[in-house]
């Protein structure tokens, strides 16, 4: 049996084991976690170790929640890819656990650690810390809702109208913008654009909306370019087969009517954010703006006719609804709808009763968060919400 004294002697050295060990991942958390709240949480812990105020009791408690949901860290557990500050919570715990296991001598007894172990100790958990933070930075720096400049934006339908002046008014804020068209030699105010600001802020790219096959090709060539965007303008529209409101009425739709219409505004968003994810081309986050129309909506429709059109832009509607929920689960991917208004340009034949310039430069404002909540939202230029 084993003597009264070397029980208290195991009990003693347990204790200053468990002390050491704890106030190691209180280092630890400090260290690679330093959010005010740890470090709130820390100091409130110690200041009543210190004083025994106002509860006594609540470090010994600290200290026991801890150490329990350590052990809970060496059983192998895993924990799911979308929580990595959990992944880097355990590496160091398990990296403190073995230091403070590693400070047991082969009789037993625990040894206090010499100031050149915790000088690496404090080296390991530093080095650690600043490669979390280079992680971090690789990131993009941008969050939905933010100030649009410096920033990359891609624009599709860019090279007329509405497109157009958006690509305008954010290379005046010093963004990069991706701009596109179907045919890149008839772009002529695209490439003057290019001329002004540089290739380097200004990029014109071939892209036809209503062709998967083009879309994924597009996509491609700005991986391969190592292209990273910031925020998606789907903006690239049509208001039907032919210039003008020509099929607008219920006795002259037709399916090919219907069905273009159709796989232009409403098929062609959702492929070219499906692609320029795929192809990992989007940051995390990201911000994807759908331009769709009031006239989509089912609640302000006290007019009728514009079949083709109305139904496209309901149905963007509806794809925007499920984006905002899936791509923000999955990709952190912010997705919301723009009304630009009765815009006066060549797809309205000048009919509008706004100019390019309001409408982009209330766009943006949407697009800054300066109306409300972005995700799921829907906002025309002016900042008014649209109901569905």
């Not at 704890?22 to 100091?43: D, E, G, I, Q, T």
């Not at 925020?231 to 208001?239: P, R, S, Y």
Request: aromatic share 6%; net charge positive; with cysteine.
């Amino acid at each position: 049996m084993q003597s009264k004294s070397e029980e208290m002697q195991r009990k003693t050295t347990g204790e200053e084991r468990n002390n050491f060990f704890f106030n190691l991942c209180v280092y630890s958390c400090v260290c690679v976690f330093p959010s005010s709240a740890s470090k709130r949480r820390v100091k409130k812990v110690e200041t009543e170790k210190e004083t025994g105020c106002p509860s006594p009791c609540r470090f010994e408690e600290k200290k026991e929640n801890t150490l329990n949901s350590l052990n809970d860290f060496g059983g192998g557990h895993s924990y799911p890819t979308r929580k990595p500050q959990r992944r880097t919570k355990r590496i160091v715990l398990m990296y403190a656990r073995t230091l403070a296991t590693s400070l047991t001598s082969t009789s037993g007894k625990f040894v206090s650690p010499s100031s050149s172990l915790r000088t690496r100790a404090s080296h390991h958990l530093q080095n650690h810390h600043r490669r979390r933070r280079f992680a971090t930075s690789a990131m993009s720096k941008y969050t939905p809702g933010d100030a649009l400049t410096n920033v990359t934006v891609v624009v599709t339908g860019s090279n007329r109208g509405i497109g157009l002046q958006l690509a305008k008014e954010l290379l005046e804020n010093d963004n990069v913008v991706v701009t596109t068209a179907r045919n890149v030699g008839k772009a002529k105010e695209l490439l003057d654009l290019q001329s002004k600001y540089g290739e380097d802020k200004v990029r014109v790219t071939e892209l036809d909306v209503g062709s998967e096959a083009s879309v994924k090709q597009w996509a491609s060539n700005l991986a391969k370019d190592k292209i990273k965007v910031d925020v998606l303008i789907n903006n690239a529209g049509i208001i039907g087969t032919e210039p003008g409101y020509k099929k607008w009425t219920w006795d002259l739709v037709d399916q090919n009517e219907m069905m273009e219409v159709f796989r232009v505004n409403s098929v062609g968003p959702l492929i070219v954010s499906q692609q320029l994810l795929k192809h990992n081309v989007l940051n995390r986050p990201a911000l994807i703006a759908n331009v769709t129309s009031k006239v989509g909506s089912v609640d302000d429709n006290g007019s009728g006719k514009g079949y083709a059109y109305r139904a496209s832009k309901a149905a963007l509607n509806i794809i925007n609804k499920s984006m905002s929920i899936d791509l923000k689960e999955e990709f952190d991917c912010t997705c919301m709808l723009l009304h630009p208004g009765w815009v006066q340009t060549d797809m309205t034949e000048k009919r509008g009763l706004i100019e390019t310039p309001e409408c982009a430069k209330g766009l943006i404002k949407a697009l800054e968060g300066k109306y409300g909540p972005l995700n799921g939202c829907w906002y025309d230029y002016k900042g008014d919400e649209i109901p569905w």
